[in-house]
């Protein structure tokens, strides 16, 4: 399953919201899609599973929806430390495939 | 704390081979999948690799299989991945990941370790 990214540039200012898609080019069996954030020099760190449970310790403004083909990553207010790569993740099927990223930059 | 800690990369020339090792601590280590996922120096991420709790279902990307091995030693708490054959194109940060129970995902990752293939 291919999964494609958009925007691949996000230009936000702190407080502003994101909204981030992935589409993927076949059905995600039970919406089966991850979201991570990755900042410079830092391992993924994982957000968002089965598209719309957040991970432990990750803040409310960070939330995900879609099923299907087409899923969101929104990120409510824009926090200084938000802004970072973001990569989608399909674990629906093998191989498990990843977005090409959208980068959030000041 | 879960801890997940990466050795064993380097610079190795193309047709040669290298073993990867990934020490977990933190969190009981057989009752996890694990993965390794990679990522080429300024690209994105592509998952490797995958091995059950009992290592008797292991998956690999089409792009590695057959030139690597992915294994476990569940008492001393360690991943592997046996590289062979190795090409520019598997020069990348390797990364140990723990899958996020009953899922496919992956909660916790390792720093990485750089392999770099070059003649």
């Known amino acids: 399953i291919v999964l494609t990214q958009s925007p691949g540039t996000l230009s936000l200012s702190p407080g502003e919201g994101a909204t981030l898609s992935c589409r993927a080019s076949q059905s995600v069996s039970s919406s089966y899609l991850a979201w991570y954030q990755q900042k410079p020099g830092q391992a993924p760190r994982l957000l968002i599973y089965?598209?719309?449970s957040r991970a432990t310790g990750i803040p409310d403004r960070f939330s995900g929806s879609g099923s299907g083909t087409d899923f969101t990553l929104t990120i409510s207010r824009l926090d200084p430390e938000d802004f970072a790569v973001y990569f989608c993740q399909q674990y629906g099927s093998s191989p498990y495939t990843f977005g090409q990223g959208t980068k959030v930059e000041i | 704390e879960v801890q997940l800690v990466e050795s064993g990369g380097g610079l190795v020339q193309p047709g040669r081979s290298l073993r990867l090792s990934c020490a977990a601590s933190g969190f009981t280590f057989d009752d996890y999948v694990m993965h390794w996922v990679r990522q080429a120096p300024g690209k994105g991420l592509e998952w490797v690799s995958s091995?059950?709790?009992?290592?008797?279902?292991?998956v690999y990307a089409d792009s590695v299989k057959g030139r690597f091995t992915i294994s476990r030693d569940n008492a001393k708490n360690s991943l592997y991945l046996q590289m062979n054959s190795l090409r520019a194109e598997d020069t990348a940060l390797y990364y140990c990941?723990?899958?996020?129970?009953?899922?496919?995902?992956?909660?916790?990752w390792g720093q990485g370790t750089l392999v770099t293939v070059s003649s």
């Open positions: 091995i059950n709790w009992i290592s008797d279902t292991i």
């Open positions: 089965a598209a719309s």
């Open positions: 990941a723990k899958n996020l129970y009953g899922s496919g995902c992956f909660d916790y």
